[in-house]
């Protein structure tokens, strides 16, 4: 398998902004991209900031082993944390579909999530010794408030067509690799003022 570029999922997502108009719409697809980044590169504290995310998130999670709902700051960087214990939060979002309005945006595409062995969850087969991509498509809704600020996320993961890939340490993307080639790309959000003209 030919190495993946952790960076072009952003293009994807640069390359869709310049489609937009609505100041709203913008400031919700930036924080989007900038959630993306931070979650990642492994820094889940700086997406639940006041000008982010909205004082009290509700994700919900379904998939094919189990649905999960989570509530509140707390339980959810639990949540992150637990994918950071298993070496988990490096991903590449592939052939990404997305669509805004002024509610929230959502998105379809296939996630490539890279892990050892040693942290590829038990109801799949790995070895402990060998690193994996687990590539699934998955669908998303994530509303907005109308500050632009996160209000939660809802993700379908489709079990039809998954598959945990083995792969050789050249096309394996590490923790230290996502932040070198990502955190440069980050950016800060537009002003809240510019939403008076939406």
Excluded at 62 to 82: F, K, M, Q
Excluded at 87 to 105: N, R, S, Y
Excluded at 139 to 145: E, I, K, L, R, T
Excluded at 180 to 187: A, F, I
Aim: aromatic share 10%; glycine share 6%; with cysteine.
């Amino acid at each position: 398998m030919t190495k993946l570029d952790i960076t072009s999922q952003f293009r994807g997502i640069d390359a869709f902004l310049a489609t937009l108009d609505k100041p709203l719409h913008r400031r919700i697809i930036e924080n989007y991209r900038r959630h993306a980044i931070f979650e990642i590169t492994g820094h889940k504290d700086k997406i639940f900031t006041p000008e982010m995310t909205v004082e009290h998130p509700v994700y919900l999670f379904n998939g094919p082993v189990a649905c999960l709902r989570l509530e509140g700051t707390e339980e959810i960087l639990g949540y992150y944390s637990s994918l950071q214990q298993r070496q988990a939060t490096v991903m590449v979002i592939a052939d990404e579909k997305l669509a805004v309005a002024d509610w929230g945006f959502a998105s379809e595409a296939v996630f490539h999530s890279y892990m050892p062995g040693s942290c590829v969850p038990a109801w799949m087969t790995a070895d402990p010794d060998k690193l994996y991509i687990y590539r699934q498509a998955t669908a998303m809704v994530w509303p907005y408030d109308d500050r632009g600020r996160l209000i939660g996320e809802h993700v379908y993961r489709h079990s039809d067509g998954a598959e945990l890939i083995e792969i050789g340490p050249d096309d394996f993307i590490t923790l230290d690799e996502a932040r070198e080639k990502l955190l440069p790309l980050q950016r800060e959000l537009p002003p809240l003022d510019l939403l008076s003209a939406r």
